[in-house]
């Protein structure tokens, strides 16, 4: 059996470890930022229905414009986030990661590079790879919040094709105000127009702008034609099994991606199962609601505990911080000891956990405090 040493690999993407989280068989699994809860019985019932429709046509390619979902999510971004935007400024594709492997397909590529704020949602860079685009890591404070001014600094120096900004960020939760976006946009367009050239595009990835305490970005797109807003039906909507992403943006943005999109990508059942959960919105973001709420609690009671806990906008939270004996991973296998998988992100000193339901929440906060007391009890032994 040959290795991967031994085959024809592009060089940027040898040594390099896929994406993934550990899937374990525990009682309580914290670590993918899955919404607990779900779906409602009604929701699986229209489901149910809407693909029973589609497969009457299975013999037919999909609507490869997906005219009925783009409308469906545009009507749902203007409700919920308080911007109007047309079915021409929306594109949907196989999760949040295909809409931005496409952005990167049609804006990156070889000889082009893109620049992120890490630690921040690893499959920016592994995308980035994957497309034949150069990455390069910008800097953040201690707190994970963007040091605006040395983002700016590193933009003007690298003058990237494609820059991602995470809000709320994933693995630390960190929402980015407007006016950090707003001068990191103006810096992308700035970098590059000097010498002639097109301004950079400029990606705000909101998989999670449904749990933040701040409004949606989306607003700031109106007026800048390279500014995209990327979002996902996977966790707010409770979809993760789905597999639907989608993006709000200038048309001419939604026209450049179609340029490298798949033909038919969208299955007639991804469509009709998308369709089914925008009609039940307002039942799915009570459980956001609900999320948030718990999510807030973890804060809290982490916090009381001693835990050093980054602000969350997001459905997860991360804590620490854990040094020596003590370190990340040492407490990752200890709370898995207790029957509790959470998320090891290599961010040094950290650990993520997304929330659960109010009982998997218990079972984390349990755990955590009798770690914590045997760690303890350890270091004075």
């Known amino acids: ?12 993407l040898r040594g390099k470890s896929p994406y993934g989280a550990p899937q374990l068989d525990v009682p309580v699994r914290l670590n993918t930022n899955e919404n607990p809860y779900p779906l409602p019985e009604e929701l699986v019932a229209r489901i149910a229905e809407r693909v029973t429709e589609a497969a009457r046509e299975l013999n037919r390619y999909p609507d490869r414009d997906a005219v009925e979902l783009r409308t469906g999510l545009a009507d749902y971004l203007s409700r919920t986030a308080g911007h109007p935007v047309t079915r021409a400024q929306v594109w949907a594709a196989n999760g949040s990661n295909e809409v931005l492997q496409q952005l990167l397909q049609a804006f990156g590529g070889p000889g082009r590079v893109a620049l992120g704020f890490d630690p921040s949602y690893s499959m920016h860079a592994l995308i980035s790879r994957g497309t034949g685009t150069g990455w390069i890591s910008g800097p953040r404070n201690d707190d994970f919040t963007i040091d ?27 929402a980015v105000a407007e006016e950090t976006v707003l ?62 992403g989608y993006l709000a943006a200038d048309p001419a943005v939604v026209d450049a991606v179609q340029l490298v999109r798949l033909p038919y990508h969208l299955s007639a059942v991804t469509q009709a199962t998308a369709l089914a959960a925008l009609e039940y919105t307002d039942t799915l973001l009570g459980y956001v609601e609900q999320l948030k709420t718990e999510r807030d609690r973890l804060v809290r009671e982490l916090r009381a505990m001693g835990c050093e806990v980054t602000a969350s906008d997001a459905n997860f939270v991360q804590f620490g911080r854990f040094d020596g004996a003590a370190g990340s991973h040492a407490v990752w296998e200890a709370l898995l ?19 659960g339901t109010p009982e998997e929440n218990d079972a984390f906060l349990d755990a955590v405090r009798a770690v914590t007391k045997e760690l303890k009890e350890k270091s004075e032994a």
Do not use: W
């Open 1 to 12: 059996m040959s290795t991967l040493d031994e085959l024809p690999l592009r060089e940027e």
């Open 148 to 174: 605006t001014e040395a983002a700016v600094a590193a933009i003007a120096e690298h003058r990237p094709d494609v820059v991602f900004i995470c809000s709320p960020n994933n693995p630390t939760g960190t």
């Open 183 to 244: 001068a990191l946009y103006e810096a992308a367009q700035a970098a590059r127009s000097g010498r002639g050239e097109h301004g950079a595009l400029v990606v705000v990835d909101e998989a999670y702008g449904e749990f933040s305490h701040r409004p949606s970005l989306l607003p700031l797109i109106e007026g800048r034609p390279t500014l995209v807003l990327s979002r996902t039906m996977s966790k707010a909507f409770g979809a993760a099994g789905l597999r639907l």
């Open 337 to 355: 000891g207790h029957g509790v998988l959470v998320r090891d992100n290599g961010v040094p000193g950290r650990l993520r956990v997304s929330a």
